[in-house]
């Protein structure tokens, strides 16, 4: 039975509405006139609950669970069970059934027998798909050695055919774009200066000051770390917000910077020299547990609170407010360290600033500041690694001696010019699972040009993104609710209450479709690859959930699928002390210096807006996650277009209004291939236009999302690269506006 949602029900039973019905204002029925019991289409009568859900409708995996009949499930909720994101879910974790039933969706292996990028499908069996990309596969690895293979993975199920390709085929050219065009410069700076990586973990809920630097939390959107910001609020925390756009934060912000671009390392070298000078730092933890920081001190003494204000844009008070306001409140500033952090190119140097900050604030281990909640231990699973020597050794960054400090696999600008130039060895197949490279990478006539030069390209994906116009053979998924694969553990939520920690496996929810319909999960697909091309002998896992029960065999105390079936798809057990952490704080770094890099964080400019022109930056939708669900028919409906931030008296002199349609075009001549709406406002600097990222798909199989909004990526042609971690900047180009077919310029 079909499910009749209305936008309102939808956004009520997401927690958006902002009024639900008191139940005095509910008619009751009176029992006399009821002949017949009624059910509504959309009540949840005659469902049965099923547990071990967990989210993948973005990285965060809440937990939930499902409500199903007569085999379909009708809907999603949060796992009331679950101490991470309770009964709660967001839009698009509500909106997972529409990913389930989309008509788009990818049902069976196709062959591509048209060209790359305008592709004619076949419908093929699965026989014929394996024994093809086994043969391809073993054909590039005879003629180039495994190193002539990349793969462009991305979520959860990509982890196991990933670690395939990299241990036991032995191909090193392995790019995450959660990494090189993501979080990976912050993980780095992070590990190279309080030797952990960043998590969101910080104690935002116990909190007196936040401080948020382009963090756009309330658009930006994850159950459990809305959570913790809005407990802080709630509880009085001070919010300071650092963005060249009013966002959904800046408007509850007690102090927001309206900072210039490009400019927030300098901005925090000011704030960090004022503490220094002025001795309003945290003097007993930076004795206690500072490595190197004369030298820091004297390495940022030219940062005076005037030169940055003038490079920032920022009046020189704002930047001493700020500064007093963190150096008042310390140690219990939440100094967040972002997610998204691959703007300009120079981003390990500001997120090694942010952990710097941290550090002089002693806002370590403190209530309110940067915690380190430890989860429960599981079991590992891993392919054998015969080939790890040689994956090393055809390492393109160690061949190149170059960004050091890169996080995990290869940086993609690495392996896209190898393939595009044949140096240092040529790259001919290409296998991407679940990610999306034409519009997750920069430079797309380059990503384009790579793929073409392929002699086989393999995409296997639940939807027809983008990417699999590439495909030669295309592999249908199974859907994070139809499958098990990923085990979720961590912490409750806020670190102050009842130490705590779960286990959590993913489980389905309801089982694939059968009718018309051949998706498999990717350790089926993985292994039936493994066997065709020769490496039977080192699968360890006959299935996904062999896999996930060996990870539960190693917990401790040890788990199995079983149990947590019976405990309703959460294992709760005694957590440990989040507070518990004292970590050293490498202000002078000798290994940075050792490796060439600037040992004390270093502000570098960035280029600026040519006449005419404004910085293209971009961010999220609290209703989107980017183009995973760009074609999910509720989510569209909220959000169907991305509109372009435009500054009101830049507006006024261009002669647009509220609502225009417009179209881009870059300072490098690249045009977007469609239209979208502007929203002229006074919330963002005249020399920045901004739009959430994701949309404009050009696939003509996704029939909701196809040409919907503009394709920010399809603009950004001149990344940068960031020196220490090979990770992409993707905040470098410029961007004006094209009406009725007339370009038009940006004042400044
Ligand atoms: S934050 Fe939303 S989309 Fe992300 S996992 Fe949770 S419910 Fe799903």
């Known amino acids: 039975m079909a499910v009749k949602m209305t936008r309102r029900r939808f956004l009520q039973s997401t927690g958006c509405a902002a009024a639900v019905l008191p139940f005095a204002n509910l008619?009751?029925?009176?029992?006399?006139?009821?002949?017949?019991?009624?059910?509504?289409?959309?009540?949840?009568?005659?469902?049965?609950?099923?547990?071990?859900?967990?989210?993948?409708?973005?990285?965060?995996?809440?937990?939930?669970?499902?409500?199903?009949?007569?085999?379909?499930?009708?809907?999603?909720?949060?796992?009331?069970?679950?101490?991470?994101?309770?009964?709660?879910?967001c839009a698009r974790g509500n909106a997972g059934i529409k990913l389930l039933y989309d008509p788009d969706r990818l049902k069976y292996p196709l062959k591509n027998i048209g060209k790359r990028g305008a592709p004619k499908w076949k419908r093929i069996s699965w026989d014929e798909a394996l024994d093809e990309c086994a043969t391809r596969l073993k054909a590039t690895i005879d003629k180039y050695g495994p190193q002539g293979i990349t793969i462009f993975p991305h979520g959860s199920s990509a982890v196991y055919p990933m670690h395939f390709f990299e241990h036991v085929v032995g191909t090193p050219n392995n790019s995450e774009?959660?990494?090189?065009?993501?979080?990976?410069?912050?993980?780095?700076?992070?590990?190279?200066?309080?030797?952990?990586?960043?998590?969101?973990?910080?104690?935002?809920?116990?909190?007196?000051?936040?401080?948020?630097?382009?963090?756009?939390?309330?658009?930006?959107?994850?159950?459990?770390?809305?959570?913790?910001?809005?407990?802080?609020?709630?509880?009085?925390?001070?919010?300071?917000?650092?963005?060249?756009?009013?966002?959904?934060?800046?408007?509850?912000?007690?102090?927001?910077?309206?900072?210039?671009?490009?400019?927030?390392?300098?901005?925090?070298?000011?704030?960090?020299?004022?503490?220094?000078?002025?001795?309003?730092?945290?003097?007993?933890?930076?004795?206690?547990?500072?490595?190197?920081?004369?030298?820091?001190?004297?390495?940022?003494?030219?940062?005076?609170?005037?030169?940055?204000?003038?490079?920032?844009?920022?009046?020189?008070?704002?930047?001493?407010?700020?500064?007093?306001?963190?150096?008042?409140?310390?140690?219990?500033?939440?100094?967040?360290?972002?997610?998204?952090?691959?703007?300009?190119?120079?981003?390990?140097?500001?997120?090694?600033?942010?952990?710097?900050?941290?550090?002089?604030?002693?806002?370590?281990?403190?209530?309110?500041?940067?915690?380190?909640?430890?989860?429960?231990?599981?079991?590992?699973?891993?392919?054998?690694?015969?080939?790890?020597?040689?994956?090393?050794?055809?390492?393109?960054?160690?061949?190149?001696?170059v960004h050091k400090f890169s996080p995990p696999g290869t940086p993609t600008d690495l392996i896209r010019n190898a393939a595009l130039t044949g140096q240092p060895y040529p790259i001919k197949a290409m296998v991407t699972w679940g990610q999306n490279p034409i519009q997750t990478v920069p430079n797309q006539a380059q990503t384009i040009a790579m793929l073409e030069q392929m002699d086989f390209v393999l995409v296997c994906d639940v939807m027809p993104t983008d990417i699999t116009m590439y495909a030669d053979i295309l592999l249908p998924e199974v859907s994070y609710l139809e499958r098990y694969d990923y085990i979720k553990r961590g912490t409750q939520w806020d670190f102050a209450e009842e130490h705590q920690q779960y286990i959590a496996a993913r489980m389905p929810l309801v089982a694939p479709e059968t009718k018309d319909h051949e998706r498999k999960d990717s350790v089926w697909i993985t292994n039936e690859l493994a066997k065709r091309m020769g490496y039977g002998e080192h699968i360890k896992a006959k299935s996904a959930e062999e896999m996930v029960d060996i990870m539960l065999a190693g917990a401790k105390p040890t788990l199995s699928l079983k149990q947590l079936r019976a405990e309703d798809g959460i294992h709760l057990q005694e957590g440990e002390d989040p507070y518990d952490v004292e970590l050293d704080v490498v202000f002078y770094s000798?290994?940075?210096?050792?490796?060439?890099?600037?040992?004390?964080?270093?502000?570098?400019?960035?280029?600026?807006?040519?006449?005419?022109?404004?910085?293209?930056?971009?961010?999220?939708?609290?209703?989107?996650?980017?183009?995973?669900?760009?074609?999910?028919?509720?989510?569209?409906?909220?959000?169907?277009?991305?509109?372009?931030?435009?500054?009101?008296?830049?507006?006024?002199?261009?002669?647009?209004?509220?609502?225009?349609?417009?179209?881009?075009?870059?300072?490098?001549?690249?045009?977007?291939?469609?239209?979208?709406?502007?929203?002229?406002?006074?919330?963002?600097?005249?020399?920045?236009?901004?739009?959430?990222?994701?949309?404009?798909?050009?696939?003509?199989?996704?029939?909701?999302?196809?040409?919907?909004?503009?394709?920010d990526q399809s603009l950004i042609s001149n990344p940068s690269i960031d020196p220490e971690t090979g990770t992409h900047g993707m905040r470098n180009n410029f961007v004006r506006f094209i009406k009725d077919g007339k370009e038009l310029s940006i004042p400044a």
Request: glycine share 10%; proline share 6%; aromatic share 8%.
């Open 27 to 89: 008619v009751q029925a009176d029992d006399s006139f009821v002949k017949y019991p009624y059910v509504s289409p959309g009540s949840m009568a005659g469902t049965q609950t099923v547990t071990g859900g967990i989210c993948e409708m973005c990285f965060w995996r809440c937990q939930v669970i499902g409500k199903v009949r007569d085999g379909k499930l009708v809907k999603l909720e949060g796992n009331p069970k679950s101490i991470d994101n309770g009964k709660s879910l």
């Open 177 to 401: 774009a959660s990494f090189f065009q993501c979080r990976g410069a912050r993980d780095l700076a992070y590990l190279a200066t309080l030797g952990v990586p960043a998590g969101e973990e910080v104690d935002m809920p116990n909190a007196k000051v936040i401080f948020l630097l382009g963090s756009h939390l309330g658009e930006n959107v994850h159950v459990s770390h809305l959570k913790r910001y809005l407990k802080g609020l709630e509880n009085g925390a001070k919010l300071i917000v650092v963005d060249p756009r009013f966002s959904a934060a800046a408007a509850k912000a007690d102090v927001w910077v309206k900072i210039k671009p490009g400019t927030d390392t300098a901005f925090l070298l000011a704030i960090m020299n004022y503490l220094a000078e002025n001795e309003k730092y945290n003097v007993e933890y930076v004795d206690d547990n500072g490595d190197g920081f004369d030298d820091f001190c004297e390495g940022i003494a030219h940062a005076s609170l005037s030169w940055a204000a003038k490079i920032c844009d920022v009046p020189e008070a704002q930047i001493k407010q700020v500064a007093d306001m963190l150096s008042a409140d310390m140690p219990h500033v939440a100094i967040h360290p972002g997610r998204h952090t691959s703007w300009y190119g120079n981003d390990f140097q500001r997120e090694r600033a942010m952990a710097c900050l941290t550090g002089m604030l002693g806002a370590i281990g403190s209530v309110g500041g940067f915690v380190r909640p430890i989860g429960p231990k599981l079991g590992r699973f891993s392919w054998p690694t015969p080939m790890k020597e040689h994956a090393e050794e055809y390492s393109l960054r160690r061949l190149a001696k």
């Open 590 to 711: 000798e290994a940075l210096e050792e490796a060439g890099y600037p040992p004390v964080p270093t502000y570098t400019e960035v280029p600026q807006p040519p006449a005419g022109y404004a910085r293209l930056v971009y961010g999220r939708l609290p209703v989107h996650t980017f183009n995973r669900t760009q074609n999910n028919v509720w989510l569209h409906q909220e959000s169907t277009l991305n509109p372009v931030w435009l500054n009101e008296q830049s507006a006024k002199k261009m002669g647009l209004k509220d609502g225009d349609m417009v179209e881009l075009v870059n300072d490098q001549g690249v045009k977007s291939r469609t239209a979208t709406v502007v929203k002229v406002t006074p919330g963002i600097r005249s020399d920045t236009v901004y739009m959430a990222h994701g949309y404009g798909s050009m696939n003509p199989a996704l029939t909701v999302g196809v040409g919907a909004g503009v394709d």
